[in-house]
């Protein structure tokens, strides 16, 4: 009994130790075929890192602002008698724009102007009576204030008057009328938009490392959504003697034509600053450039090497039919970026090559085939097809 319990043990190890080692023998074998299988290639395009002349220019964001630009409101309480204009339509400096009923005023400065008159003829008369010598200086003097003061009466009533009637104080155009005839304002309602337009300003800041660069003269070029071809140019008009101390950038003013009145105050503008000479840059496409939070890098296209070679031997060729280049992983210092291109700082030199597409599928030493027939043609100045 003891002996076939041996027997069938020693089978049962037998049998196991077969199949253990099957398995592992099985698992040896996949993993050297996987380790010794060969990565496939990656069909990219390709550019050359190429030498650029750039004229020296700073690009930063701005906001139109008009030269002159208000929203006319009602100086004084009042019943709307009479409206002297009708939306967007283009006003004078000094144009009549809304009156306001000014009956009870004008009754007033009446009562007003008949005093300062009786109090003239009695300075008059009491002039005469003081070179006679019939009253004292004194009541002369009384005499001269009074008039006076029946003239200042006068003009502050006049002054009333004038602020029921709302008159332009700048030529420009008018936006959409907001009141009617026989509505009563408040003092401080609106009444209408009124803005120049021509010339027109644009706002813009820049970072304080350039407060030495630019200076009130220089040219601008602003391009706008609304109008994405055409480009309206001007000049630096002021430059902000101070940097702003949360932001560290320093705002400017320049002052654009517009004749036609396609620009208004609000818009969003692309400023191009225009600095004096040229700039010699190395540069790739945008497409070449992976942003990560640990760097940015590009992908460095260079001839395979299949196996590390042995000391003192050459490095091994690729075998026939593989892919006989691959690319490698390399960080780099980015500039200033224009059109389709990036300027490079450091991290490569003229005349390398790097990926433009399929930057997702690569990883360092990837085999990789160049295919640049469908490769967009990257500009400097790119324009989007109009529909």
């Known amino acids: 009994m003891t002996k076939r319990m041996i027997i069938m043990l020693l089978g049962a190890v037998?049998?196991?130790?077969?199949?253990?080692?099957?398995?592992?023998?099985?698992?040896?074998?996949?993993?050297?075929?996987?380790?010794?299988?060969?990565?496939?290639?990656?069909?990219?395009?390709?550019?050359?890192?190429?030498?650029?002349?750039?004229?020296?220019?700073?690009?930063?964001?701005?906001?139109?602002?008009?030269?002159?630009?208000?929203?006319l409101t009602a100086e004084a309480n009042g019943i709307?008698?009479?409206?002297?204009?009708?939306?967007?339509?283009?006003?004078?400096?000094?144009?009549?724009?809304?009156?306001?009923?000014s009956a009870n005023e004008?009754?007033?400065?009446?009562r007003l102007q008949a005093q300062a008159e009786l109090a003239e003829l009695n300075r008059k008369r009491r002039e005469q009576l003081f070179k006679r010598e019939a009253i004292s200086k004194s009541d002369y003097d009384a005499a001269v204030a009074e008039a006076n003061a029946a003239k200042a009466a006068v003009e502050a009533?006049?002054?009333?008057?004038?602020?029921?009637?709302?008159?332009a104080p700048f030529a420009g155009t008018l936006g959409v009328r907001r009141v009617n005839v026989g509505q009563y304002l408040a003092a401080g309602s609106p009444i209408v938009?009124?803005?120049?337009?021509?010339?027109?300003?644009?706002?813009?800041?820049?970072?304080?490392?350039?407060?030495?660069?630019?200076?009130?003269?220089?040219?601008?070029?602003?391009?706008?959504?609304?109008?994405?071809?055409?480009?309206?140019?001007?000049?630096?008009?002021?430059?902000?003697?101070?940097?702003?101390?949360?932001?560290?950038?320093?705002?400017?003013?320049?002052?654009?034509?517009?004749?036609?009145?396609?620009?208004?105050p609000g818009q969003f503008g692309r400023v191009m600053l225009m600095l004096p000479g040229e700039r010699q840059l190395k540069v790739i496409p945008r497409t070449a450039i992976n942003y990560n939070s640990?760097?940015?890098?590009?992908?460095?296209?260079?001839?395979?090497?299949?196996?590390a070679p042995a000391e003192g031997k050459a490095p091994a060729a690729p075998?026939?039919?593989?892919?006989?280049?691959?690319?490698?992983?390399?960080?780099?210092?980015?500039?200033?970026?224009?059109?389709?291109?990036?300027?490079?700082?450091?991290?490569?030199?003229?005349?390398?090559?790097?990926?433009t597409s399929g930057l997702l599928k690569l990883r360092n030493k990837q085999p990789v085939i160049i295919n640049n027939d469908v490769q967009p043609k990257a500009e400097l100045d790119p324009t989007p097809p109009q529909s």
């Open 14 to 71: 037998v049998v196991f130790g077969a199949v253990f080692g099957m398995k592992w023998f099985g698992n040896k074998m996949m993993v050297q075929y996987i380790e010794n299988m060969p990565t496939p290639p990656v069909t990219i395009s390709s550019a050359e890192v190429a030498e650029m002349r750039w004229d020296n220019r700073l690009e930063a964001i701005g906001t139109l602002v008009p030269v002159n630009g208000a929203e």
């Open 157 to 167: 009533q006049l002054g009333k008057i004038a602020q029921k009637e709302i008159r």
């Open 319 to 355: 075998a026939e039919g593989e892919a006989t280049l691959e690319v490698v992983q390399r960080f780099v210092k980015v500039g200033d970026a224009r059109g389709d291109f990036v300027a490079v700082v450091s991290g490569l030199e003229i005349g390398e090559q790097v990926a």
């Open 193 to 264: 938009t009124l803005q120049s337009l021509d010339p027109i300003d644009v706002d813009f800041s820049l970072p304080e490392q350039y407060v030495g660069t630019v200076r009130p003269g220089l040219g601008v070029k602003v391009r706008v959504d609304a109008y994405p071809d055409r480009t309206f140019e001007g000049r630096v008009l002021a430059v902000e003697p101070q940097v702003d101390e949360a932001t560290r950038n320093f705002q400017l003013r320049a002052r654009l034509a517009n004749p036609d009145g396609a620009l208004v």
């Open 80 to 101: 709307v008698t009479r409206i002297s204009f009708e939306s967007g339509e283009q006003a004078q400096k000094g144009q009549m724009l809304v009156e306001l009923d």
């Open 106 to 110: 004008r009754g007033e400065l009446k």
């Open 294 to 307: 640990y760097g940015t890098s590009v992908f460095v296209i260079r001839d395979r090497e299949v196996a």
